[in-house]
């Protein structure tokens, strides 16, 4: 069966980097796109980064744009998030999440209706 395992997160000081690993089994990963969403308390899950399913293209959303880069190693099953010059804000939990259509780009990549199988998430808190 489909699995999406997160792993990485933790405490950091602003200004501090973290880099995420999402390893995935079950799937023909190298031919799905790939997504990462974070939930803060109290917020609603949202949109953070996708890569299409052969690293070519990948998408971000503007508040993580410049700070934030999304990777992924097919061999490995493995999608990365390294985040630079974290903040208070980026707070929460981060989800990846696998592309529900095979070996295509959705235009609709920031949505979840996108996604259909989603890891259990792991906790960024940036705080000093």
């Known amino acids: 069966q489909v699995q999406l395992v997160e792993s990485g997160g933790g405490l950091v000081q602003p200004g501090g980097s973290l880099r995420l690993s999402c390893a995935a089994s079950g799937f023909a990963f190298s031919r799905y796109g790939m997504g990462w969403f974070r939930q803060a308390p109290g917020k609603e899950r949202e949109f953070v980064a996708s890569?299409?399913?052969?690293?070519?293209?990948?998408y971000y959303a503007n508040s993580v744009k410049g700070r934030f880069t999304i990777s992924r190693e097919n061999a490995k099953n493995t999608v990365y998030l390294v985040m630079n010059g974290l903040r208070p804000e980026d707070t929460a939990v981060y989800y990846c999440?696998?592309?529900?259509?095979?070996?295509?780009?959705?235009?609709?990549?920031?949505?979840?209706?996108?996604?259909?199988?989603w890891g259990q998430g792991t906790q960024v808190t940036v705080s000093s």
């Open positions: 890569i299409h399913y052969t690293g070519a293209f990948t």
């Open positions: 999440a696998k592309d529900r259509s095979f070996a295509t780009q959705r235009p609709d990549y920031y949505s979840e209706k996108t996604y259909d199988y």
